[in-house]
């Protein structure tokens, strides 16, 4: 195939300009340093996680494949912070991903999760289902603004 | 366009730095297929991209694998990352296309950047056109909420063309009558629609941003259904939870990719004027 080159508009340019402006913006806020998603010293694997915040409350899940249902444990560790971890039914080496650089098994799940608005964690509902945890957390609430 | 809080002097003297750099040469990025082995015409084309649940990347593999596919072409471009996948200790391109005499099955084992989406997919397209595909396939996942209460995920149908949708709905796909489409299916749909080439989108209902292995098998299910190719799901549904667990650095790099491509607007209600 022919390699594709177009003549350049001004409306490309703006394009560009508009794509490059916006990722200056996103550089602005720093992204958190990347790391690998396991830790060969403590065996964990960190599993997928995403945070859903409603108006009553705040919906944590996490992807546990191979997950003992009874051996996973929510932990609050502060007024911000959760940590999720799970044994898994077996230990997965890095063999069997197809990894020969990397010696190791993993055994755990363990991650954090930042709940960016305060929680009432004594209120907490969980279900693990398909291999998904669902945590849901009931929203604390300060005082209500009266509307005249 | 621009709006009016970039209109300030420092943003006009950087982007007169940066139509003054460009004007200057900087060069364009450019993407072309190369083929490895001849490729046939009027083979079904099938793509799997990351998107959603990775639905079709998982689909695509395991019809490559079951089918026993080989590699045929694969996509180079510098609007890709620098990155070799090595295996069996050789470098591969990342976007490849695998087939036989009768099917191409185009995978990606990398997110698409948003920012090339367009170029990538308009060059794969171009070269598809030029095999005059029978039909064009691209497998996906349709993000629903209550994702985790669904057993047995349905699969929705889109086309190209109106006889297409027909079709769909003779082999008991409901039709998505009216929405969004985001990402490189919303590409492909627009390009065979312009082309008059037959494509179909097979979305199956999955998680946003967790791999969906039974999402995939609802979605092969659904293709060997129109097509009449014979796919067994079953190891794809025994590996489940290896795929998922293998998937997880693939699911978050294609995840921060969809929040470029401003994904979510497949959520949004439709407005018709």
């Known amino acids: 195939m022919a390699e594709k080159r177009k003549r350049r508009s001004i409306f490309d340019l703006i394009r560009e300009y508009e794509e490059e402006l916006e990722e200056l913006r996103q550089g602005l806020v720093l992204p958190p340093l990347e790391h690998p998603s396991w830790n060969i010293r403590e065996c964990t694997l960190e599993p997928l996680c995403s945070i859903f915040v409603s108006s009553k409350e705040v919906i944590v899940t996490a992807d546990l494949p191979y997950a003992k249902p009874d051996s996973v444990k929510i932990e609050p560790i502060n007024n911000e912070r959760l940590e999720i971890t799970a044994e898994m039914k077996r230990k997965v080496r890095f063999e069997e991903l197809g990894i020969i650089h990397h010696e190791g098994e993993f055994s755990t799940f363990s991650c954090q999760v930042n709940i960016p608005v305060p929680f009432d964690v004594e209120h907490m509902k969980t279900r693990f289902k398909h291999g998904v945890l669902e945590v849901r957390l009931p929203r604390k609430r300060g005082y209500r603004i009266p509307v005249e | ?273």
Not at chain 2, 32 to 45: L, N, T
């Open chain 2, 1 to 273: 366009m621009l709006s009016h809080r970039d209109h300030n002097p420092l943003n006009i003297i950087f982007f007169t730095f940066l139509v003054e750099g460009k004007l200057k040469g900087t060069p364009l990025k450019t993407a072309k297929v190369i083929e490895r082995e001849p490729v046939s015409s009027g083979a079904i084309m099938v793509h799997g991209l990351p998107d959603v649940g990775l639905v079709g990347v998982i689909a695509a593999s395991h019809l490559i694998a079951e089918l026993n596919m080989v590699e045929m072409a694969y996509l180079d471009s510098d609007a890709l990352p620098p990155v070799a996948v090595l295996h069996e200790g050789l470098p591969h391109a990342p976007m490849r296309i695998f087939g036989d005499t009768n099917l191409l099955a185009t995978i990606s084992e990398m997110p698409i950047p948003a920012n090339g989406v367009q170029l990538l997919m308009n060059t794969l397209l171009d070269w598809g056109l030029s095999k005059s595909p029978k039909l064009t396939v691209s497998i996906g996942g349709m993000p629903v909420q209550n994702r985790q209460d669904i057993d047995a995920p349905k699969v929705f149908g889109v086309a190209s063309h109106a006889n297409l949708l027909e079709l769909l709905e003779k082999k008991g796909i409901t039709v998505l009558r009216e929405g969004y489409m985001v990402g490189p299916q919303a590409i492909i749909l627009r390009y065979c629609a312009e082309k008059n080439m037959p494509a179909i989108a097979l979305l199956a209902q999955s998680f946003y941003n967790y791999p969906d292995p039974e999402a995939a098998a609802a979605a092969l299910k659904e293709f060997s259904n129109i097509t009449g190719i014979k796919v067994d799901v079953t190891k794809l549904l025994e590996k489940g939870e290896e795929i998922r667990l293998r998937a997880r650095d693939v699911m978050k790099r294609t995840q921060q990719e969809l929040t470029k491509m401003k994904k979510t607007q497949e959520y949004d209600l439709p407005l018709y004027v």
